[in-house]
């Protein structure tokens, strides 16, 4: 039977993590894989993620099951974190999940039970799971306009244009914050636009949060999350840990469901609880027990927002030399759009080929759709991306 199995695509991430391995020059830059990286190239383990481990190695009693929604005590500091007071927690089922994928997968899931004829309606571009995992589970997706090729910003009015196909039995799914790949995102001014048409074609909105944090700041992060499920009747979001506690492998995400109805909240709970039973029951709790330690400590949460704010603020540096450099070495300001991004990620906006010419001549690793991971430059790297960029003609 396993002879009938059709070989799957590679991970275009992965293939690229191995030539870059296999590349002996000296000078080589990996800009590629999506993990935060230091000026040494780390992915450290952060501080108060260390000190709340070695707390619960000193104080956890048993790790018998939790919940099928795991720990409540997550989900409760997770929603205080993302959500602050902007909605109201009797309208919120929350579920933890392995990973922001598992949230997203699980919201999915949720949507083809709850509206069978729902399209998805994604960014063009998107983190490619979006679409692959929607294509596994059979769900239509609908691409909407999103990056401008020439400003390298949000094409707002193409945005809106497409959202405006949307219909009541539609999702529409935004990033939070820190777009992948784009690094390009709304103002609250547009994000309040894009509310006015969920409200008006009373779509359900679907928010992937993935890198609170990592852009302008825990609170402004948070701010176009808490702008929706202040207005909206129904919401879904799928929150991540991986990257603002740097605890990729752990596995360590949270869907929430946000009902109008507060006296149907235990249905949707019900909901929650029996597609975690169905696809793994219970999620992992190592994660997710560091997070609420973390977040309920008010020492340790002190400390792992100065990590993450000095992070934040790396990245944001590197960007402006970056900038800078391009600014110097074209006498231009069209390079200036890079220090306007937000997050790990900024799409150069350039093509496949020059990508190419850039790995082959000057051993720069970035994703084929020309997306870099900042965090993956330092001090010593960024001249030399610079030059390339020029050299290539981008
Ligand atoms: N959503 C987006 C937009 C992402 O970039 C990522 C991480 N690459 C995720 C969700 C999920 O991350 P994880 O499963 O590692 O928590």
Redesign the pocket.
């Known amino acids: 039977m396993l002879t009938n199995l059709k070989e799957q695509p590679k991970d275009k991430i992965l293939g690229l993590m191995a030539q870059y391995r296999e590349d002996p020059r000296a000078t080589k830059v990996d800009l590629g894989v ?1 993990v935060y990286k230091n000026a040494e190239g780390i992915t450290p383990v952060m501080r108060a993620v260390k000190a709340a481990e070695r707390k619960l190695v000193a104080e956890q009693e048993t790790k018998a099951y939790t919940g099928l929604a795991g720990d409540p005590a997550y989900s409760s500091a997770m929603c205080d974190l993302l959500l602050a007071d902007s909605a109201d927690r009797a309208r919120i089922a929350a579920a933890a999940t392995p ?4 949230a ?1 997968r699980q919201a999915f899931e949720l949507v083809k039970q709850m509206s069978p004829n729902a399209r998805v309606f994604v960014s063009d571009p998107t ?1 490619p799971n979006h679409v692959s995992i929607l294509g596994y589970l059979g769900i239509e997706v609908v691409k909407y306009r999103y990056f401008d090729g020439e400003t390298r910003g949000v094409n707002f009015d193409g945005m809106m244009e497409d959202l405006a196909g949307a219909t009541a039995d539609d999702v529409i799914l935004l ?1 939070g914050c820190c777009h ?1 790949p784009t690094g390009a995102n709304l103002n609250l001014t547009q994000w309040q636009s894009v509310i006015d048409l969920i409200l008006a074609k009373g779509c359900l909105p679907m928010i ?1 949060i ?1 890198y609170q944090g990592f852009g302008d700041g825990l609170e402004e992060d948070a701010a176009p999350t808490r702008l929706v499920a202040s207005q909206v009747p129904e919401l879904l979001i ?1 929150a ?1 840990c ?1 990257k603002n506690f740097g605890i ?1 492998r752990e596995r360590t ?1 949270l869907l929430i469901a946000m009902g109008a109805d507060a006296a149907n909240t235990p249905v949707v709970q019900g909901n929650l609880n029996h597609l975690n039973r169905q696809n793994f029951s219970f999620p992992p709790d190592h994660g997710a027990r560091v997070v609420t330690t973390i977040l309920t400590d008010p020492e340790l949460k002190a400390d792992w927002m100065a990590e993450l704010e000095e992070t934040r603020l790396g990245m944001l540096e590197l960007r402006q030399k970056l900038a800078d450099e391009l600014q110097r070495l074209s006498g231009s300001d069209r390079f200036g759009f890079l220090a306007q991004h937000r997050g790990m990620f900024s799409l150069l906006g350039t093509t496949p080929d020059l990508v190419e010419k850039m790995r082959v001549d000057n051993a720069i690793y970035m994703v084929g759709d020309s997306r870099m991971n900042i965090a993956g430059l330092n001090e010593n790297t960024i001249p030399m991306l610079a030059q390339a960029i020029i050299d290539a003609g981008v």
């Open positions: 999506g990973g922001g994928t598992g997203v983190w990033h992948n992937d993935a799928a991540s991986s990729y995400g």
